[in-house]
Every structure is written in structure tokens, then in C-alpha cells.
């Protein structure tokens, strides 16, 4: 049985890995999106994502209906971008939560009732891309 839900949220799959940017609407999330985007990442969705789990456990992250392939860029309206394949959930980005300046283990949230490893970072640091993608690596490397 697959448990499909629409959630508020940006995705974009790094290398296969599905990311989720998770945060108050405003605080960044389709910005963090384009610059992971213009480092290679692929967009799923933007504003609304879709996620369903499946027979063997993991969550997949696609695209909302009728807004596949498409991001709001503020200050130029809605942009066409080649929609990625779902992908399985892999990091969740936490855009409302405060980030701690030295993070004592691994933090997780709960999406569809199951664990996911999170960051909590502020998308409008020069550097927040490469922090998910550190962070996205960190946790392959813990899980093989």
C-alpha cells in the first residue's frame, strides 16, 4: 500500500538524493532551491511536494500535480525548469528552525511517520548550498 500526501515544502534531487527544503512561506526556500539548481541539483517541486512511501520504506519525494517543472523566482514570476524523477528522501533542510553553531550528533525529523536526517541552516548564507550538500554526503557516508 503507498500513502501518498501533498506538503508544503521545496524538493530537489543532488545526485539522485532526494533533498526537502522545509520552512515558513518567505524564509528562502525556492532561493536555496535555484542555487542548489545552478550547482546541479534537479528540481521536483516547488511550494508543494508530494510524498508517498513505499513498499520497501523509503519516501519518495515528486512533484505536486500541475506544478511539475516549475519554481517561483521572485521578482520574475514563474520559471520552467526540466522536471527531475521522484526521488527517494534522503535530507530534510529545516529553513525555520535556528541552526546551532556546533551540533552535538546527528538530528532527524519526522516525515510521514518515519526518521529522516535534517539540518536546520540559513538559506541566505552564501554558503548554505554547499552546507546541504555536506550535509547530504555526511549522511551517505553514515548510513553506506
Known amino acids: 500500500m503507498v500513502d501518498r500526501q501533498i506538503i508544503h515544502g521545496t524538493a530537489v534531487a543532488i545526485n539522485g538524493a532526494g533533498v526537502l527544503i522545509m520552512g515558513a512561506p ?17 528540481l521536483i517541486s516547488d ?16 512533484a505536486a500535480p500541475n506544478i511539475e517543472g516549475r519554481i517561483e523566482v521572485r521578482n520574475l514570476g514563474i520559471v520552467n525548469f526540466q522536471e527531475a524523477k521522484p526521488a527517494a528522501l534522503k535530507l530534510v533542510v ?3 528552525r535556528k541552526p546551532e553553531r556546533h551540533p552535538d550528533g546527528t538530528s532527524t525529523c519526522d516525515i510521514a511517520g518515519k526518521p529522516v536526517s535534517a539540518i536546520a541552516i540559513n538559506p541566505f548564507e552564501g554558503s548554505a548550498p554547499i552546507k546541504v550538500e555536506l550535509a547530504l554526503r555526511q549522511g551517505s557516508e553514515h548510513t553506506g
Not at 28 to 42: E, F, P, V
Not at 47 to 62: F, K, N, P, Q, T
Open 94 to 96: 529545516d529553513l525555520d
Open 26 to 42: 518567505g524564509n528562502g526556500k525556492s532561493d536555496l532551491a535555484l542555487r542548489l539548481i545552478d550547482r546541479g541539483a534537479a
Open 47 to 62: 511550494d508543494a511536494v508530494a510524498i508517498e512511501v513505499d513498499g520497501s520504506d523509503h519516501i519518495l519525494l515528486s
